[in-house]
């Protein structure tokens, strides 16, 4: 029958009409669970039939492959067998790795990563850019806003609410898309989503349309682009995952994840630059529907596959858990839940300082522009502390530490910035302090996403990674729900000296007390964090221990066996 099963393969696919790599999957990826195929055949098949090709790869670099699938591609490659671990355990001399769950692939089998992979790293960014500004279009222009379409404050909070609000449970079902029917339509749905639901919120500020209806229409727009939010905050890490090298993974998925706060960072600018007055609603609007009809454009025409032909790692090439088998065990990983909770935290707070800032820092005399200002710089530091932070990572695989180091710098910036931001004409200071808490508060979220993967190997990325974001989104509601609840009434003296909107029309509140409570949830959660956080890196021991499995099989030294990029 072994001798047989090349042909085998080759009747089943023309006489059941199915991808011989989905037989190829089913019969090898699973090997002592109800198969007489022994792993020498699967060897043979796979390289007589699956072995990556020049051709095969160019095509990858220039053109479409379809592969749609998000997880099917993932065991191309060989398990490996008793024969080829003989003598590899935890006192190896080559190798002190101790062997983890999940499957590994052989010494046999040829990584490459594909230069398309950046294209459509640019694609997701560009997306997330898009989308991050539709998010934040009125929190820097809030008082504005809230005067446009006839409403209170808080009202004008439920803008950037809506995102977290809809990101809970479209946040789990994006987590099941994206890992079960790929990178590819969750992209193109997301694009579509946010291009909608930028034309609805234009719609919103025709003069035509009645005072009364304006309000309904744009958090209805706002509504539809937040639906697209959790395919694109929860692609990066599965893209990193998928299409880039071990040694580029944290960089991929930092270049990813930042393009949201670039796009926060560019609606802090755009939105106030353009709105002095009720009438420049319309253009403000319209700006941001061009870089959402691009993103349709990029997504629909420009992602022809979501994975590669051919797998850049192990860990990428090695089957994961379905969406249920994954959820049971991230339910048992102990130091998962630590890091759900701490990123949680980490995110809820930089959404609540994001919605409010310019709610904390106008009734002390603080204008739109200062506070688009302050955004911005943090924003840019957070970019360059996210970079930093991916590139050493990357190079040391020091995730804990790194972590750990920026929560607790950004807990120390958030209770100086609770400080300051009591006190007027402290415009350097408090500027500064909003660029620190940037530079190591942004370092957490790449990062934090490559160690849930880390941490719950072989568990599928965007279920682990996505998870996180539902975490994040779930503190933000929370944490902005409780600022609006202890605002207090602004003193008489502070009053005189608010510059909250134009016409009297909306009444400013003192923060300061809601801003003590961020800062106390910032440092108690950076304690938890250093105390308890202890992972442990299940991914990196399962490409360590194949690439063991390569030095035992040829003496192939470690440092010489890296993706062919082509």
Same mark, same amino acid.
């Given at each position: 029958?072994?001798?047989?099963?090349?042909?085998?393969?080759?009747?089943?696919?023309?006489?059941?009409d199915?991808?011989?790599r989905?037989?190829y999957?089913?019969?090898?990826?699973?090997?002592?669970?109800?198969?007489?195929?022994?792993?020498?055949?699967?060897?043979?098949?796979?390289?007589?039939?699956?072995?990556?090709?020049?051709?095969?790869?160019?095509?990858?670099?220039?053109?479409?492959?379809?592969?749609?699938?998000?997880?099917?591609?993932?065991?191309?490659?060989v398990?490996?067998?008793?024969?080829?671990?003989?003598?590899?355990?935890?006192?190896?001399?080559?190798?002190?790795?101790?062997?983890?769950?999940?499957?590994?692939?052989? /010494?046999?089998?040829?990584?490459?990563?594909?230069s398309?992979?950046?294209?459509?790293l640019?694609?997701?960014?560009?997306?997330?850019?898009?989308?991050?500004m539709?998010?934040?279009?009125?929190?820097?222009?809030s008082?504005?806003?809230?005067?446009?379409?006839?409403?209170?404050?808080?009202?004008?909070?439920?803008l950037?609410l809506?995102?977290?609000?809809?990101?809970?449970p479209?946040?789990?079902?994006?987590?099941?898309?994206l890992?079960?029917?790929?990178?590819?339509?969750? @992209?193109?749905?997301?694009?579509?989503l946010?291009?909608?639901?930028?034309?609805?919120?234009?719609?919103?500020?025709?003069?035509?349309?009645?005072?009364?209806?304006?309000?309904?229409?744009?958090?209805?727009? *706002?509504?539809?682009?937040?639906?697209?939010?959790?395919?694109?905050?929860?692609?990066?890490?599965?893209?990193? *995952?998928?299409?880039?090298?071990?040694? *580029?993974?944290?960089?991929?998925?930092m270049?990813?994840?930042?393009?949201?706060?670039?796009?926060?960072?560019?609606?802090?600018v755009?939105?106030?630059a353009?709105?002095?007055?009720?009438?420049?609603?319309?253009?403000?609007l319209?700006?941001?529907?061009?870089?959402?009809?691009?993103?349709v454009?990029?997504?629909?025409?420009?992602i022809?596959?979501?994975?590669?032909?051919?797998?850049?790692?192990?860990s990428?090439?090695?089957?994961?858990?379905?969406?249920?088998?994954?959820?049971?065990?991230?339910?048992?990983?102990l130091?998962?839940?630590?890091?759900?909770?701490?990123?949680?935290? /980490?995110?809820?707070?930089?959404?609540t300082?994001?919605?409010?800032?310019?709610?904390?820092?106008?009734?002390?005399?603080?204008?739109?522009?200062y506070?688009?200002?302050?955004?911005?710089?943090?924003?840019?530091?957070?970019?360059?502390?996210?970079? @930093?932070a991916?590139?050493?990572v990357?190079?040391?695989?020091?995730?804990?530490?790194?972590?750990?180091?920026?929560?607790?710098?950004?807990?120390?910036?958030?209770?100086?910035?609770?400080?300051?931001?009591?006190?007027?004409s402290?415009?350097?200071g408090?500027?500064?302090?909003?660029?620190?808490?940037?530079?190591?508060?942004?370092?957490?979220y790449?990062?934090?996403t490559?160690?849930?993967?880390?941490?719950?190997y072989?568990?599928?990325?965007?279920?682990?990674?996505?998870?996180?974001i539902?975490?994040?989104?779930?503190?933000?509601?929370?944490?902005?729900?409780?600022?609006?609840?202890?605002?207090?009434?602004l003193s008489?003296?502070d009053?005189?000296?608010?510059?909250c909107?134009?016409?009297?029309?909306?009444?400013?509140?003192?923060m300061?007390i809601?801003?003590?409570?961020?800062?106390?949830?910032?440092?108690?959660?950076?304690?938890?964090?250093?105390?308890?956080?202890?992972?442990?890196?299940?991914?990196?021991?399962?490409?360590?221990?194949?690439?063991?499995?390569?030095?035992?099989?040829?003496?192939?030294?470690l440092?010489?066996?890296?993706?062919?990029?082509?």
């Open positions: 029958m072994d001798q047989a099963s090349p042909f085998l393969f080759i009747v089943l696919f023309l006489v059941k199915i991808s011989l989905q037989i999957r089913s019969v090898c990826s699973l090997p002592g669970k109800g198969t007489n195929i022994r792993p020498s055949t699967c060897s043979q098949i796979y390289h007589q039939y699956f072995a990556p090709t020049k051709k095969i790869a160019a095509a990858a670099s220039t053109g479409c492959t379809h592969t749609s699938k998000g997880t099917g591609h993932r065991m191309d490659g398990t490996s067998n008793a024969e080829e671990t003989k003598g590899i355990d935890n006192h190896d001399a080559v190798a002190k790795i101790q062997k983890v769950e999940g499957q590994v692939l052989a /010494g046999d089998v040829e990584y490459r990563v594909y398309s992979r950046w294209f459509i640019f694609v997701f960014c560009f997306l997330n850019l898009s989308n991050a539709m998010w934040l279009t009125f929190a820097p222009i008082d504005h806003t809230a005067e446009f379409y006839k409403v209170t404050f808080d009202q004008v909070n439920w950037s809506v995102f977290m609000i809809v990101s809970i479209l946040g789990v079902a994006a987590t099941w898309l890992d079960t029917l790929g990178l590819r339509p969750g @992209v193109i749905l997301a694009a579509w946010n291009l909608v639901g930028a034309i609805v919120r234009l719609i919103s500020a025709i003069p035509s349309i009645p005072e009364p209806a304006r309000f309904p229409v744009v958090i209805t727009g *706002q509504t539809l682009t937040a639906l697209a939010q959790p395919f694109i905050l929860e692609a990066p890490a599965k893209l990193a *995952q998928l299409w880039f090298a071990e040694n *580029q993974r944290a960089t991929a998925n270049i990813g994840s930042m393009s949201n706060p670039i796009g926060l960072l560019l609606a802090n755009i939105s106030p353009i709105v002095k007055s009720k009438a420049d609603f319309l253009n403000v319209g700006v941001y529907c061009a870089p959402a009809g691009v993103g454009l990029l997504a629909t025409f420009g022809c596959s979501s994975v590669p032909p051919s797998p850049p790692t192990a990428a090439a090695a089957t994961s858990e379905t969406f249920w088998q994954g959820i049971k065990k991230i339910v048992r990983n130091q998962y839940w630590i890091l759900f909770l701490i990123f949680g935290i /980490g995110l809820g707070l930089f959404n300082l994001a919605t409010i800032l310019e709610q904390v820092l106008c009734p002390r005399g603080y204008d739109n522009t506070v688009g200002l302050c955004a911005a710089l943090m924003i840019i530091c957070g970019v360059v502390g996210a970079a @930093v991916g590139i050493l990357d190079k040391t695989k020091r995730f804990q530490e790194v972590v750990k180091v920026g929560f607790a710098g950004a807990a120390v910036a958030l209770l100086g910035l609770s400080f300051l931001s009591r006190q007027r402290q415009q350097p408090i500027a500064t302090l909003c660029g620190i808490f940037g530079f190591f508060g942004f370092a957490l790449p990062i934090s490559e160690l849930a993967i880390e941490v719950t072989p568990v599928a990325e965007a279920t682990s990674s996505g998870l996180l539902v975490s994040g989104q779930v503190w933000g509601i929370v944490l902005i729900l409780i600022t609006q609840a202890i605002a207090q009434p008489a003296e009053n005189q000296h608010a510059s909107g134009t016409t009297g029309a909306i009444t400013p509140q003192d300061s809601a801003m003590w409570v961020l800062a106390g949830v910032a440092c108690l959660a950076a304690i938890i964090q250093i105390i308890f956080f202890r992972p442990t890196y299940k991914r990196l021991k399962a490409e360590n221990w194949e690439k063991a499995v390569k030095v035992k099989k040829s003496g192939v030294k440092t010489s066996m890296k993706p062919i990029a082509v």
